[in-house]
């Protein structure tokens, strides 16, 4: 299946929404001080077990860090994708 343009406009319009909602839900703020600058350009990993909350704290560290962009390429709305341009 090939996705037109207008699709993937519409799967990553509603991944923004997703996330957004997410980023209302009610969130318990660790004492974390990560020793690293986000600004820097460098990756950065967050490590830790399954289903621990380490997307859910990389989405509020970086809410607080200023604007920034997400796409989910795992999302299976995504699977059809002939061109990622």
């Not at 090939?2 to 406009?9: F, L, N, P, S």
């Not at 020793?35 to 990993?45: A, E, F, P, Q, S």
């Not at 399954?50 to 999302?75: E, I, T």
Request: net charge negative.
């Amino acid at each position: 299946m090939h996705y037109g343009d207008d699709m993937v406009r519409d799967i990553i319009l509603l991944q923004k929404r997703e996330l957004e909602s997410r980023l209302r839900e009610p969130y318990i703020h660790r004492d974390i001080n990560p020793h690293w600058n986000l600004r820097d350009g460098m990756i950065k990993v967050i490590t830790g077990p399954r289903r621990a909350g380490k997307s859910f704290y990389a989405m509020h560290l970086l809410q607080q860090a200023g604007p920034f962009g997400y796409v989910n390429f795992d999302d299976e709305r995504l699977v059809g994708l002939d061109n990622y341009d």
